[in-house]
């Protein structure tokens, strides 16, 4: 009975702690090593995809460029994309990520990206390699066979 008291009081004593969770950096560069240990909580935070990325209206021929696009992660791979046309508009929506295979990451849309003007970004696959403390990310587009070629580094 005198162990049960003592581990209770020790219970009550813990109780009463408050832990603080250490998030992982938001400003490190993503590694070779952090991929090929499939470490998603390095993802943690936002960053930038920098791009001359293009679209062009299928029925209007309008092209827009989009100067930003940046996703944000938590500690699990899940998160928001957000890209920013020169015109204005907003496109955003879900994004996850995983480890294909060591040191090659995977981004997915899940769907079409809608904008705030009414249309959408077909799909993209998106597959990351890193390079050092560098990461390049080659996106395609299925339906159109759109491709590019970007840079995937923290958001600054």
């Known amino acids: 009975s005198s162990l049960r008291a003592e581990v209770a009081q ?35 935070g936002c960053w930038s995809l920098g791009s001359d990325y293009k679209t062009k209206d299928v029925d209007t021929g309008q092209v827009i460029s989009y100067p930003t696009w940046r996703m944000c992660f938590d500690t ?14 907003t496109c955003e929506g879900p994004v996850t990520a995983r480890i294909e295979t060591p040191e090659r ?19 993209r696959d998106i597959a990351c390699v890193a390079e050092g403390t560098a990461v390049r990310c080659a996106t395609l587009q299925p339906e159109t066979e759109g491709k590019a070629d970007v840079p995937f580094r923290r958001w600054q």
Request: net charge neutral.
């Open 10 to 44: 020790r219970e009550r004593l813990l109780a009463g702690r408050q832990c603080d969770a250490v998030l992982p950096s938001t400003t490190a560069p993503l590694t070779k090593a952090e991929l090929a240990a499939g470490d998603l909580q390095a993802l943690y």
């Open 76 to 89: 699990r791979g899940r998160g928001k994309q957000v890209m920013q046309g020169d015109d204005g508009s």
């Open 105 to 123: 990451l995977i981004l997915g849309e899940g769907g079409n990206l809608a904008c705030s003007d009414g249309g959408y970004i077909h799909r």
